[in-house]
């Protein structure tokens, strides 16, 4: 391991003990898939999450059968409810996994925050943490991030992962509607040749 | 509070400067005329909103509007995809360094760079541009929407002549009588004014209440009020100082002349007074009207070589002389030497004109009086020059219905035409006074260094107001602008740039205080705060 990043590896899970949440699978320049340690704990659609020294912000999940070529079967017939059904087959827990994508949105270059691609990919098992309301907070005081969201290549409408973010990130605001006013000023800025994407997005701040 | 506007986004010489505003900032705050500084990155630049208008990013925007009785939507939005602009046109500008800060401001040469800033002017700006009230400038107002006075430096003011313009009821005597107090205070000059309307000499009609007071009663010793008509005035209240008698012996054929118009003269009647004149000598008139034997009329015809309806026509047009009692076959004391003896002494001339407030009095008499004064001004200022003793203290004649007097025709033939072309060589200099600007010759137009101009509608009035200044089409549509009332731009000499502004109250006790208190500036304090230093 890097020195650097042993350094704040350490610093990081001292402070954050408990929210280990998957571990890196694929990764390359511009976004990671990681896989959940729990079954459907997955991170909300446009939370902002952390692997190493990289940010990402969580662009699509899905929870499927650990073999690909082996579908699920269904199970419920004679179950009461959906839980009991996870009960009578335990196994279901280790047969299936939940996954998410992250697309990257920034790194940590020593004391900056930077809100645009690193220099290298995230690692292969790395942890990946859900970031603190703090870390949120610090990260959203610039929308760089946005300009990365709109151009990528995602696995859902980009209007749909924007407008989740912001909402997201405006829940730790002290005040959301002054930061959701300042986004949407940085979109319409971005969007200045592109009314009707706006439109969606600014929609689907509320 | 930021007065921060917004950025400058493009800009050329010609065509002045674009900027758009900031979100938070109202295109609605933004009106036309106000002033604004630019802070460019090596100099600061001066200007005046001329344009207001509104843009978006995106054209589909005017085609599916969003919705916006989503406060959000509409937050968002305002100043981002849709935004206010507003043109500035650059009036001036001051360098960044010592130098140049000293220097003062200076007409703009260049333009300021790609998003410079642009604030609302301050106060403090404001009187940077326009100097603070002291001896030489006088608070005429304040500039639209802002608390700063407007100073005028009236030394300056009083050395060209200067043209007040503006349609009936707009507020021009109230301005008159603001910028006659104000000479009368801040400058070395006389004012010798032709009172058509009674208005300026010891009270004054007012629209909006009760009568104002007029010059004489908040300045006594320093004005002196002169009728025509004596039992008008007296019947009005007003103490006059003299009382002004006209003999046929004084009016000359060129006073004939420039009123060919009114007196409905044809050209050869016109001709014949000169003829006349060498004829008869000084009392051409009195003999003229006197003649009315045939057998002498078919003599003075013969040796004078003038046509028999000349005569005829000119004698009607004489007549209405007689008509007009102030009219004497001689007058018992010069009224010219008597007005000259005040001006001398600083003492500015009011002349009432009573009941005779017909056009062809008043250009009769002013004319008349106007072109003696100018003469005796003329061989004293000579004299003074060749022997190197004081000259008389200039003289600014104030004249009413200007167009009267220089309109194309009779300009070049009225003695107000050569002051306003001579300007002040000889120390006399003009405040026209005029609702029909178009009606002046373009040429005196051109040699006016100030004008002052209050809402006019008329195409070809504005266009001869603002004929040869520079971004007239911007200046037009800030004048087509103003208020009908009380609201005025001033641009020319006197100012470093136009402005539209507020004229000061009058009318109130307050104002006349105001007034009168102006011209002594509280000399004591001054000196004990001197003292304490």
Same mark, same amino acid.
């Given at each position: 391991?890097?020195?650097g990043?042993?350094h ?5 899970i001292?402070?954050?003990?408990h929210n ?5 699978i ?5 976004r ?11 991170p ?7 692997t190493g ?5 969580v662009?699509?999940?899905k929870t499927e ?6 579908k ?5 017939k004679d179950?009461?409810s ?9 196994q279901?827990?280790?047969l299936?996994?939940s996954e998410f994508?992250a697309?990257v949105v920034g ?7 930077r ?7 995230a690692?292969i ?7 603190q309301?703090d870390e949120?907070?610090?990260f ?12 990528a290549a995602?696995?859902?409408?980009a ?7 912001l909402?997201q990130?405006s829940?730790i605001?002290d005040d959301?509607?002054?930061?959701l ?5 940085e ?6 040749s592109?009314f009707?994407?706006l439109?969606?997005i600014?929609g689907?701040?509320? | ?6 950025i400058?986004?493009?800009a050329?010489?010609?065509?002045g ?9 109202s295109v ?5 005329g ?8 090596k ?6 909103i001329?344009?207001?208008? @509104?843009?978006?990013?995106?054209e589909? @925007? ?12 509409s ?16 009036m001036?500008t ?7 800060i000293?220097?003062?401001p200076?007409?703009v ?6 998003f410079c ?9 404001m009187e940077?541009?326009?100097g603070p009230?002291?001896p030489?400038?006088f608070?005429?107002g304040?500039?639209l929407d ?5 100073c005028l430096?009236l030394?300056?003011?009083?050395k060209?002549?200067?043209?007040i313009?503006g349609?009936?009821?707009t507020?021009k005597?109230?301005l008159?009588?603001?910028?006659l ?10 004012n010798?004014?032709?009172?058509m309307?009674?208005e ?5 009609t007012?629209?909006a209440?009760?009568p ?7 300045f006594?010793?320093?004005v002196?009020?002169?009728t025509?008509d004596?039992?008008n ?7 006059t100082d003299f ?7 004084e009016i000359?054929?060129?006073d004939i002349a420039?009123?060919?118009?009114? @007196?409905?003269l044809?050209?050869?009647?016109v001709?014949?007074?000169?003829q006349?004149?060498r004829r008869?000598?000084k009392?051409?008139?009195q003999?003229?009207?006197?003649t ?11 040796e004078t070589?003038i ?9 009607r047009?004489l007549?209405t002389f007689q008509?007009l ?11 010219v030497k008597?007005?000259?003896d ?10 009432e ?5 017909d ?9 008349m ?5 100018y003469?005796?001004y ?8 060749a022997?190197g003793t004081?000259?008389p203290?200039p ?6 219905e200007a167009h009267k ?8 033939q009225t003695?107000?035409g050569?002051?306003?072309r001579e300007?002040r060589?000889?120390?006399v200099?003009?405040?026209v006074?005029d609702?029909?600007?178009?009606g ?6 051109s040699?006016m260094?100030t ?9 070809r ?16 549509s800030?004048l087509?602008r ?5 609201q005025a @731009?001033?641009f020319?000499?006197a ?7 507020q ?13 009168t208190?102006?011209?002594?500036p ?6 004990i705060e001197?003292?304490?230093?």
């Amino acid at each position: 391991m890097r020195e650097g990043f042993n350094h704040k590896g350490v610093r990081f899970i001292n402070s954050q003990p408990h929210n280990k949440i998957a571990e890196v699978i694929e990764a390359s320049t511009a976004r990671f898939d990681a896989q959940c340690y729990e079954l459907y704990e997955l991170p909300p659609l446009g939370s902002l999450v952390k692997t190493g020294d990289i940010y990402g912000i969580v662009s699509g999940a899905k929870t499927e059968s650990l073999e690909s070529n082996r579908k699920p079967i269904a199970r419920g017939k004679d179950e009461a409810s959906e839980e009991a059904v996870y009960e009578s087959s335990p196994q279901l827990l280790k047969l299936l996994h939940s996954e998410f994508t992250a697309e990257v949105v920034g790194y940590q270059d020593g004391e900056n925050l930077r809100r645009y691609l690193p220099p290298q990919p995230a690692r292969i098992h790395g942890f990946v943490y859900l970031c603190q309301p703090d870390e949120v907070k610090e990260f959203s005081k610039s929308f760089g991030f946005l300009d990365i969201l709109l151009n990528a290549a995602l696995p859902v409408p980009a209007a749909e992962l924007i407008a989740a973010a912001l909402r997201q990130m405006s829940r730790i605001h002290d005040d959301p509607h002054a930061f959701l006013v300042a986004a949407g000023k940085e979109l319409a800025s971005l969007l200045s040749s592109d009314f009707l994407t706006l439109k969606n997005i600014l929609g689907r701040l509320r | 509070m930021s007065d921060r506007l917004g950025i400058v986004t493009a800009a050329s010489l010609e065509k002045g400067v674009d900027v758009r505003l900031d979100s938070p900032v109202s295109v609605e705050d933004m009106v036309v005329g106000r002033y604004v500084t630019i802070e460019g990155q090596k100099r600061r630049f001066f200007g005046m909103i001329t344009e207001v208008s @509104l843009g978006v990013t995106d054209e589909r @925007l005017k085609i599916s509007p969003p919705d916006v009785a989503d406060p959000f939507i509409s937050e968002v939005l305002t100043g981002t995809s849709t935004f206010g602009q507003i043109h500035v046109t650059p009036m001036l500008t001051i360098g960044g360094d010592a130098e140049s800060i000293l220097e003062g401001p200076q007409p703009v040469k260049t333009i300021p760079a790609h998003f410079c800033t642009v604030n609302l002017a301050s106060e403090r700006d404001m009187e940077l541009v326009f100097g603070p009230e002291d001896p030489q400038r006088f608070n005429i107002g304040n500039p639209l929407d802002m608390e700063t006075k407007l100073c005028l430096n009236l030394e300056e003011f009083a050395k060209r002549s200067n043209g007040i313009f503006g349609k009936s009821g707009t507020g021009k005597t109230f301005l008159t009588r603001i910028l006659l107090i104000g000479m009368l205070q801040k400058s070395r000059a006389v004012n010798l004014i032709f009172d058509m309307h009674n208005e300026y000499g010891w009270q004054g009609t007012s629209e909006a209440g009760p009568p104002v007071k007029g010059l004489k009663p908040l300045f006594q010793s320093k004005v002196a009020i002169f009728t025509l008509d004596e039992e008008n005035s007296r019947r009005r209240g007003v103490s006059t100082d003299f009382v002004v008698k006209i003999g046929y012996d004084e009016i000359e054929p060129e006073d004939i002349a420039i009123l060919r118009q009114t @007196l409905n003269l044809t050209d050869l009647a016109v001709e014949a007074t000169y003829q006349l004149r060498r004829r008869f000598g000084k009392s051409w008139i009195q003999n003229t009207l006197e003649t009315e034997d045939s057998e002498e009329i078919k003599k003075l015809l013969e040796e004078t070589k003038i046509h028999e309806s000349s005569l005829q026509t000119l004698k009607r047009g004489l007549r209405t002389f007689q008509r007009l009692p102030f009219i004497e076959p001689h007058a018992p004391v010069d009224a010219v030497k008597s007005i000259l003896d005040h001006l001398d002494r600083g003492v500015n001339v009011v002349l009432e004109f009573g009941r005779y407030r017909d056009i062809t009095a008043y250009v009769l008499v002013a004319n008349m009086l106007a072109r003696r004064i100018y003469a005796q001004y003329q061989a004293r200022t000579e004299k003074a020059m060749a022997e190197g003793t004081a000259a008389p203290n200039p003289l600014v004649i104030t004249i009413e219905e200007a167009h009267k007097f220089l309109n194309p025709e009779v300009s070049s033939q009225t003695i107000f035409g050569t002051i306003a072309r001579e300007m002040r060589k000889y120390n006399v200099s003009l405040l026209v006074i005029d609702q029909r600007p178009s009606g002046i010759d373009s040429e005196v137009m051109s040699q006016m260094g100030t004008k002052i101009t209050c809402l006019l509608d008329n195409e070809r009035d504005i266009d001869s107001v603002l004929a040869g200044v520079s971004g007239k089409s911007e200046l037009k549509s800030v004048l087509a602008r103003l208020a009908p009332k009380q609201q005025a @731009l001033i641009f020319g000499h006197a100012v470093p740039m136009p402005v539209a502004f507020q004229p000061r109250e009058y009318g109130s006790a307050q104002s006349y205080k105001d007034f009168t208190s102006a011209g002594q500036p509280e000399k004591t304090e001054k000196d004990i705060e001197e003292l304490w230093e």
